[in-house]
């Protein structure tokens, strides 16, 4: 039995000690549209995907508006990168295949092999332990596991653009509802030119039987990943999802602007796990992917409850804020993350609790960890207004710092319309302390271990909100991604 | 009030109103004569800086004012006061207003005018120069010259710039080395407005020389209930092994502009505490920076904000750590009532040579209405990995069981809540060691009551 | 198994060990008693090579190695373990980890086999029974929200699990209840063999009711004045340190 790894624990130590391990780069062919984006396109993306007309006049309209924005990229973000030709990235890239697949045989070996490669079997025969995979290279889904077994469960676990052929009445319902086109630069430019990403549907009452995954990879060079999700959790319905990315090792940047929206109704509940590594570039800062991403969840019914959970260790930048709209009376919003930054990765990340509803509650439990010459920022907006009479709001941001050339900010704007409101925000900054480590190797344990040891433990609280399996890779990531960081 | 929309340009950024220009050219003229030339140079260039800069009204790139609105402080042509309007001011109607004790050292400004009247200087021994700041660029050209805005960059801040620019007087004050001055040394600005929108720009320049040690007491008052707009400036230069105890008492009339900036440096083992209470009005800006330029010294801010009706209070306090073995500590709390807008923005940078440095920051508030609204922003930038930081901010009501538990010992509804308040504000209120200001703000938070 | 040879230490430029000489031999258990300020963590710290002490003159050897040239975990896996006077917490990382971790790497430097995770599970369910620990506070993280009491035995179980050859044990008496103090004395009786030794650290002589020392050497002002059987114990319990402190100012 295998489980989808975003690294595979069965490496060795000398795997485990090369630079990043997911820099494979697969030879398989690719349809890959010119550079540049323009109104064709955008059209040529939507007539690939053979779209109904809605999508396209509103990839237009997201287009229009994103060339008035043309030069304003968010510049309030402390991260630092030059700026971006969006005419030299291919905003299309998907490998050849079969237009309709009847089975998985159908699917390019080698892009089967590529997954394997990644620990993520998507030959069904393999059977994984309850988990359904939907496998997302470069811009498109090529594979979908345990379809069969959700469809009867009567949840639609999909890719986009699947779900925009046979499900569009949903996605025409909910697509933009919690991160409309104009939301912010990358996400009207995803509103452009998404290409594919998971769709989910969990009907009424039901509980979603196994794990939902998704699994990301970018492959082809100088292109971008758009991909757009979308999780729909009906009337007391349940549902754990799970992403992981990759990218192989480049010389050039790789942009990775996706968006993912969420909505929970009436007495539903969505987990929402991430565990994002990317590839964050070399020691000297050449290469790696800019991970500019919007996530949103509303949680609209009441009584709903949406959480996020993530942990960052990869990408030459990270850009990206979960965050949660409390729309529903009694609505929880929970935002929980690691990030890591050694070399010379930079991390902006957060979470923005909107508190509109009656008693809604939100909890955030940040841990940011800094290393190399990395920049590590957690940005948040905890946000009550009028109408959320007795909302509650508890906010930790604790930073680490390992060695003396990296940076950790912490940045939390606090916006209380209401007095019946209860908001609270502690934060720390530290770096492991000497009494500690010595405690540590006073037992036999050496200093590198015993650094990992401690920075673990700094993440327990958040590793234990990640499904059991994710949060033994979760453990492996910060490992590995820590090397070179200590002793 | 006139509005006049002629101070924006094309990208909606505001630009230096019509009224400044011609105030400074008269201005300009009436000080040339017998200003340094370095002063009048200067006073060039930061009013050709200040044309270009305007007040930002902008949002974007502009996050020292996010969360207050100057549009109205900016689109307005305050006027500059050429004739001192002393006569309506006595001292009488200033000890009603502010802090007061009888044997402080005193220096009266009138709408930023000196007011020999009112004032009691203490300039005559050479251990300690309290004065006029006017008089000093005579006697003590070359300190004030090195001192002067040494603290201040007004080629970035529209405020600090139009200071600079319209500084014609302020206060001055020099401890020698090793000297401790008896006295609490009290600066009072007063504005009295006018029908007309009126600016005054108080400025004042401390130094403490090493060694020394005093307590200071900075009051901004409003006299009349008028519009009025109070650019303030404030350097303190804190030397080596000194001890400063600065306290800021701001009660603005109620639809007044008030934009205080204090830039205070440390010098080596120095200690630096700042106590302050910010009154609300339509704009109550207190934007205080402390420097800590070399090893082993600390400092100490508390501050404790207070609006009601539709007023504003912005804290904004910024800790630059450069130097290694200093602490900072902060401590505010706001009390917000009606449909008032509290802001407060800490931030605290550690630069990467400021290794074992201990900072904490905390922000509490009080919401004690429906409307009021507080923005608290306590943000940590840290590049040194041998440091303790922390901060935290809380934000919430009355609580229902403290007001039950007074009501049933038969303390009646209103004076339950001016208690519970000032139970909430003690711990600030203690930090000033001066009964005078204790008893003002005391008086404040309690009126109404039968606590007095 | 043990020898110290003039060690002179000094902390931020102050002398804290003015020459102390030291011979512990495999099997034997030595009790080290002082004042406070007498030096007495100190040394237990510099054995076991804890950072921010400079060691000016003089050599620490445990089993022909000098110890001074190795690192701190190296030390812990030659078979040197330190029961902290106050032990630190570990935010996070469970007990259970800290253990695992720390007896793979004696086992694996000891030549043996790392324990598999049942057999760790066995040894460690048997000595947390016998040490007398809550075993649910076993689950929580190292030390954290421990009173000063499960501190110490907490302490006691690791060493227990360790085994090491020497065990510095750094004032574990202190702050105990009359049954944790019996408690933990027998765990260390218990460890009595030929070739474990004990180097018991405390300011009291109570423990040594409890446990018998082979050896007792009184510590004042970074030197050891006097050594002697266990009988010395009872006379510091009589006549105090102050004795020994005049000793040494007349000498």
Not at chain 2, 390 to 404: C, K, R
């Amino acid at each position: 039995m295998t489980n989808p790894k975003v690294i595979s624990r069965t490496s060795s130590d000398k795997e485990l000690n090369s630079d990043y391990k997911y820099g494979f780069v697969t030879d398989i062919e690719t349809d890959l549209a010119p550079k540049g984006v323009n109104e064709d396109i955008v059209r040529l993306i939507s007539a690939k995907k053979n779209e109904p007309e809605f999508l396209l006049e509103w990839r237009l309209k997201a287009y229009r508006h994103w060339l008035k924005q043309a030069g304003k990229d968010p510049d309030w973000a402390k991260i630092k990168f030059p700026a971006i030709d969006y005419q030299d990235i291919h905003y299309y890239a998907s490998p050849v295949q079969a237009p309709q697949l009847e089975s998985l045989d159908e699917v390019d070996p080698e892009l089967i092999e590529a997954f394997n490669k990644l620990g993520i079997p998507i030959e069904e025969q393999k059977k994984m332990s309850g988990v359904a995979v939907d496998a997302i290279f470069d811009s498109s889904s090529v594979a979908t596991t345990y379809q069969e077994s959700l469809e009867k469960a009567g949840v639609i676990f999909c890719s986009m653009s699947e779900a925009v052929q046979r499900y569009p009445d949903l996605v025409r319902k909910y697509l933009g509802s919690v991160v409309p086109y104009s939301d912010n630069y990358y996400a009207t430019l995803n509103s452009a030119v998404f290409s594919d990403g998971s769709f989910v549907y969990v009907p009424p009452g039901v509980r979603c039987p196994m794990e939902l995954m998704t699994y990301f990879r970018i492959n082809a060079e100088e292109s971008g990943q758009f991909e757009r999700t979308l999780i729909i959790a009906d009337k007391g319905s349940s549902v754990s999802y799970l992403e992981g990315c990759t990218a192989p090792m480049r010389k050039s940047h790789q942009l990775h602007a996706a968006v993912v929206e969420l909505v929970a109704l009436d007495d539903a509940e969505i987990k929402y796990s991430t565990l994002q590594n990317w590839y964050p570039g070399d020691k000297n800062g050449e290469g790696g992917v800019y991970n500019f991403v919007t996530k949103r969840g509303k949680a609209l019914g009441n009584n709903s409850k949406i959480s996020w959970t993530q942990v960052e260790t990869g990408s030459a930048i990270t850009w990206k804020y979960p965050s949660v709209i409390l729309q529903g009376d009694n609505s929880v919003g929970e935002f929980y993350s690691v990030a890591l930054v050694n070399n010379h990765q930079q991390a902006d990340t957060g979470t923005k609790m909107i508190h509109i509803g009656r008693n809604t509650k939100s909890t955030i439990v940040a841990k940011g960890i800094s290393a190399g010459k990395g920049s590590n920022t957690y940005r948040g907006l905890v946000q009550i207004m009028p109408s959320a009479q007795n909302a509650t709001n508890f906010t930790q941001c604790d930073s680490l710092l390992i060695g003396d050339k990296c940076g950790a900010h912490t940045v939390p704007y606090i916006d209380v319309r209401n007095q019946t409101a209860r908001m609270e925000h502690e934060a720390s900054t530290s770096k492991v302390s000497d009494d500690q480590l010595f405690y540590s190797m006073q037992r036999g344990i050496s200093e590198e271990e015993s650094h990992y040891m401690i920075v673990n433990g700094f993440c327990r609280g958040i590793f234990q909100e990640l499904p059991f399996e994710f949060a033994m890779e979760a453990q492996q990531l910060l490992r590995v991604n820590l090397e070179g960081a200590v002793g | 009030m006139v509005v006049n929309l002629r101070g924006l340009n094309m990208s909606g950024n505001s630009v230096a109103h019509d009224q400044y220009r011609l105030d400074f050219k008269e201005l300009d003229g009436r000080l040339v004569p017998d200003s340094p030339s370095w002063l009048s140079e200067n006073r060039q260039i930061a009013f050709s800086e200040f044309e270009n800069l305007g007040f930002r009204t902008t949002k974007r790139a502009n996050e020292r004012w996010k969360y207050t609105n100057i549009a109205p402080l900016a689109r307005t042509g305050f006027r500059y006061r050429f004739e001192p309007n002393e006569d309506v001011v006595t001292i009488r109607s200033i000890r009603e207003l502010l802090p007061w004790h009888e044997d402080w050292t005193r220096l009266v400004f009138v709408d930023g005018m000196y007011s020999d009247l009112l004032s009691n200087p203490d300039n005559n021994s050479s251990d300690v120069y309290v004065g006029q700041l006017r008089e000093a660029m005579v006697d003590r050209s070359d300190v004030i010259e090195n001192s002067l805005g040494s603290l201040v960059s007004y080629s970035k801040d529209g405020f600090l710039a139009a200071n600079m620019a319209f500084l014609s007087d302020g206060a001055f004050v020099h401890v020698s080395n090793g000297v401790s001055p008896r006295k609490v040394i009290h600066l009072i600005f007063v504005s009295t407005g006018d029908e007309d929108p009126m600016v005054s720009y108080p400025r004042t320049l401390v130094l403490a020389g090493s060694g020394s040690d005093m307590t200071l007491v900075e009051s901004y008052v409003g006299l009349l209930n008028n519009s009025y707009f109070t650019n303030a400036v404030t350097e303190v230069l804190v030397e080596d092994g000194s001890k400063v105890e600065h306290y800021r008492y701001m009660k603005e009339s109620q639809d007044a502009f008030h934009v205080g900036t204090s830039r205070v440096q440390l010098g080596r083992d120095s200690t630096f505490s700042s106590s302050s209470f910010s009154q609300g009005s339509s704009i109550a800006r207190n934007d205080l920076g402390v420097t800590f330029n070399s090893p082993g010294s600390s400092c100490s801010l508390s501050g404790l904000y207070q609006a009601s009706d539709s007023e504003h209070v912005d804290s904004s306090i910024d800790i630059d750590h450069a130097s290694p073995n200093c602490s900072s500590d902060q401590y505010f709390k706001g009390i917000l009532d009606g449909n008032s807008r509290g802001v407060f923005s800490g931030k605290v940078l550690v630069r990467p040579e400021a290794q074992k440095t201990i900072a904490r920051q905390a922000d509490k508030n009080l919401l004690l209405s429906e409307g009021a609204r507080i923005n608290t922003k306590p943000s940590l930038e840290i590049f040194a990995d041998d440091v303790v930081c922390s901060h935290g901010a809380t934000a919430g009501a009355l609580a229902d069981e403290l007001m039950f538990y007074m009501m049933s010992r038969g303390i009646d509804e209103k004076t339950a809540r001016s208690l519970i308040v000032y139970g909430f504000a003690s711990e600030i209120i203690d930090k000033f060691n001066l009964a005078p200001i204790r008893d003002r703000i005391e008086c404040l938070l309690l009126d109404g009551s039968d606590f007095q | 198994m043990l020898d110290i040879r003039d060690l002179q230490v000094e902390v931020s430029g102050e002398r804290i060990l003015k020459g102390v000489n030291l011979t512990v031999n495999a099997g034997e258990i030595h009790a080290v008693m002082g004042p406070n300020g007498s030096g007495k963590s100190t040394l237990t710290h510099v054995i076991a090579g804890k950072p921010g002490y400079d060691v000016v003159q003089g050599e620490v050897v445990f089993e022909g190695i000098d110890l001074l040239e190795l690192s701190p975990d190296q030390r812990a896996r030659e078979g040197i373990f330190l029961a902290f006077q106050y032990p630190v917490e570990l935010p996070g990382v469970r007990n259970r980890q800290l253990l695992k971790s720390a007896l793979d790497a004696v086992r694996l430097h000891r030549g043996q086999e790392e324990l598999s995770a049942r057999e760790f599970d066995k040894l460690f369910k048997t000595k947390v029974k016998e040490i007398g620990m809550d075993a649910e506070l076993m689950k929580r993280s190292v030390n954290e929200g421990f009173s000063g009491g499960e501190k110490k035995r907490s302490e006691i179980l690791q060493l227990s699990m360790l085994d090491p050859k020497l065990a510095l044990l750094d004032e574990t008496d202190s702050g105990l209840d009359i049954d944790a103090l019996k408690s933990i004395s027998e765990s260390i009786n218990r460890r009595v063999s030929s070739d474990r030794s004990t180097l018991l650290v405390t300011h009291y002589q109570r423990i040594l009711n409890y446990v018998q020392p082979d050896c007792v050497h009184v510590l004042v002002d970074g030197i050891i004045v006097e050594s002697g059987g266990r009988e010395l114990a009872s006379e510091l319990e009589a006549s105090g340190y102050k004795s020994f402190k005049d000793k040494d100012i007349q000498e």
